[in-house]
């Protein structure tokens, strides 16, 4: 299973980290992709790591401002966010998958995690 957390309430332009931990599955062996939704709209992917950590992807919206990384030592991968915007409000769901692939197709990810909800407001 998969544990998102590290959510919260930040000011726009600030920074948060959130966490994604694995158990109960060879971590090392599956690459990680966050994900977020808003009420109303379909999920969609934000970032995504390779299961040994050296290629990573971003979408268009938080390339430049989000890193993503993992630590398999410790079964986690995280999602450091920056300079975060009212519009990076969502809840964020990170997922794990055994095979490869294009990574923003939902239906590919064998794990997700329950989701955390970060809100960027004044």
């Known amino acids: 299973q998969l544990q998102a957390s590290g959510g919260g309430l930040v000011q726009p332009g600030g920074s948060l980290t959130v966490s994604c931990a694995g158990s109960g599955f060879t971590f090392g062996d599956y690459s990680i992709g966050w994900f977020r939704q808003t009420p109303g709209k379909e999920r969609e992917g934000v970032s995504y790591?390779?299961?040994?950590?050296?290629?990573?992807f971003y979408s268009r919206s938080v390339k430049g401002r989000f890193t993503i990384s993992r630590d398999n030592a410790k079964s986690t991968v995280y999602l450091q966010m920056s300079s975060l915007k009212p519009e990076d409000t969502a809840v964020y769901y990170c997922?794990?998958?055994?095979?490869?692939?294009?990574?923003?197709?939902?239906?590919?990810?064998?794990?997700w995690g329950q989701g955390t909800q970060v809100t960027v407001s004044s």
């Open positions: 997922a794990a998958r055994y095979q490869t692939g294009v990574w923003t197709v939902i239906d590919s990810y064998d794990y």
């Open positions: 790591i390779t299961r040994n950590g050296r290629t990573t």
